[in-house]
C-alpha cells in the first residue's frame, strides 16, 4: 500500500469555507479499482450573475500514479431568472493508476463579485484504490471469441426498401413541383425593401425566452446579423464582413443616424462581441431594451431616407 499526497501551493486571499468536495465514480461500484475514473469537484448554490470564478490548475500535479484526464469543466445545475443566481457544479476526472490510499488535494476556487475577491476552500477527500486479485493457482485462460454473425432476414430488409420507396417518391414529387412552378412563372418573387426584411428578422426574437443565459449568444447574434444586413442594403456598408471597429467608424458620418443612436448602437454591438467571444452574461435590464433600440434604429433611419428622397424629388 502507498499513500499519495498531492499538494497545491497558491497565493490565498480571505478564506471561506465552501464545504466539502464531492468523489463520483464514473462507471459506480462497490470499490474504486486501478484505472478507474472519477469525477473530482463541488457544487456552489446561490451564485449571482456577473460572479467570476477562477480554477487551480492542476495540469502540473498529474503524475504515472494518478492521472489528469480531464480539467475543469462547470455545469449549470439550476437557474433562478428571478433572484438572478444559480447552482453550479464544477469538477475534473481523474484516474488513478496505483493501488493504495489516496489524499486528494484542497479544491481552492477564487470567487470575484466586481468588488471583492475571496477564497472558497472545499475539504479534500480519501480515496483507496484496490486491484483486481486473481487466483493464479485456479486461475485458466481461454481464448477471445470472435464476434457472432447471424444471417439476415427478410423482415430486417423490409424496412430498408420501404424507406427508399417513400425516398424516390418524395424526390420525384420535389422535381415535379419545382418544374411546374417554373412553367408558370412561380418560382421568383418581389423582393421586400431593406427596412421590412429587418424589421420581420428582428420580430423573431421578441420576448425573455431569449434572454437566457444559454440563449443569449444566438440573441445578440440574430439581432446585430440583422442590423448588418440593412446596413448593407440601405447605406451600402459592407457591414457583414466588417469588426465593430471597421463599421462604426463608416457609420460615423451618416447623417441618418444621430449621436445618441450612435453611441447606443455602438453599445449594443460591443456588448454582443463579449457576449458571443467572451462568454459574458448580460442581465436582463438591458436584454429588455436590446430589440426595441433595433426596431428604432431601423425604423428612424428609413424614415429619414424616405424624407431626404422626397425633398430631392420636389
Known amino acids: 500500500m502507498r499513500t499519495v499526497l498531492l499538494i497545491i501551493l497558491g497565493a490565498m486571499l480571505d478564506m471561506v469555507p465552501g464545504g466539502k468536495a464531492f468523489l463520483n465514480q464514473m462507471q459506480p461500484r462497490d470499490s474504486i479499482l486501478i484505472a478507474d475514473q ?17 480554477l487551480p490548475d492542476w495540469t502540473a500535479a498529474s503524475n504515472d500514479t494518478l492521472t489528469l484526464v480531464r480539467g475543469w469543466k462547470t455545469d449549470t445545475l439550476k437557474y433562478d431568472r428571478k433572484a438572478g443566481t444559480r447552482n453550479i457544479r464544477a469538477a475534473v476526472i481523474l484516474a488513478p493508476f496505483e493501488q493504495g490510499e489516496y ?45 457472432i454473425r447471424y444471417p439476415v432476414t427478410f423482415a430486417e430488409v423490409v424496412p430498408w426498401l420501404l424507406a427508399a420507396l417513400v425516398l424516390a417518391g418524395l424526390v420525384f414529387l420535389a422535381v415535379w413541383l419545382i418544374r411546374k412552378l417554373s412553367r408558370k412563372g412561380l ?19 421578441r420576448g425573455d425566452r431569449f434572454w437566457a443565459p444559454d440563449r443569449q449568444k444566438s440573441f445578440y447574434s440574430g439581432v446585430t446579423d440583422a442590423l448588418k444586413e440593412y446596413m448593407d442594403a440601405s447605406f451600402g456598408v459592407d457591414a457583414p464582413e466588417m469588426t465593430t471597429a471597421e463599421l462604426f467608424a463608416a457609420l460615423k458620418t451618416r447623417e441618418e443616424i444621430t449621436p445618441e443612436m450612435y453611441s447606443s448602437l455602438q453599445e449594443l454591438f460591443e456588448t454582443a462581441d463579449y457576449v458571443k467571444f467572451a462568454k459574458m452574461t448580460v442581465p436582463d435590464s438591458y436584454n429588455a431594451g ?25
Open 38 to 54: 472519477l469525477e473530482y469537484g463541488f457544487t456552489l448554490d446561490g451564485v449571482r450573475d456577473g460572479t467570476l470564478l477562477a
Open 103 to 147: 489524499l486528494l488535494p484542497p479544491i481552492h476556487a477564487l470567487r470575484s463579485d466586481g468588488e471583492k475577491v475571496d477564497t472558497l476552500e472545499f475539504e479534500p477527500l480519501k480515496m483507496t484504490v484496490t486491484s483486481i486479485q486473481i487466483d493464479t493457482a485456479s486461475f485458466v485462460p481461454h481464448d477471445i471469441k470472435g464476434q
Open 187 to 205: 418560382g421568383a418573387k418581389e423582393t421586400d425593401p431593406p427596412y421590412v426584411v429587418a424589421l420581420r428578422k428582428l420580430d423573431r426574437y
Open 290 to 314: 436590446v430589440l426595441p433600440m433595433a426596431v428604432k434604429f431601423v425604423t428612424d433611419t428609413y424614415q429619414k431616407q424616405l424624407a431626404g428622397e422626397e425633398a430631392q424629388e420636389r
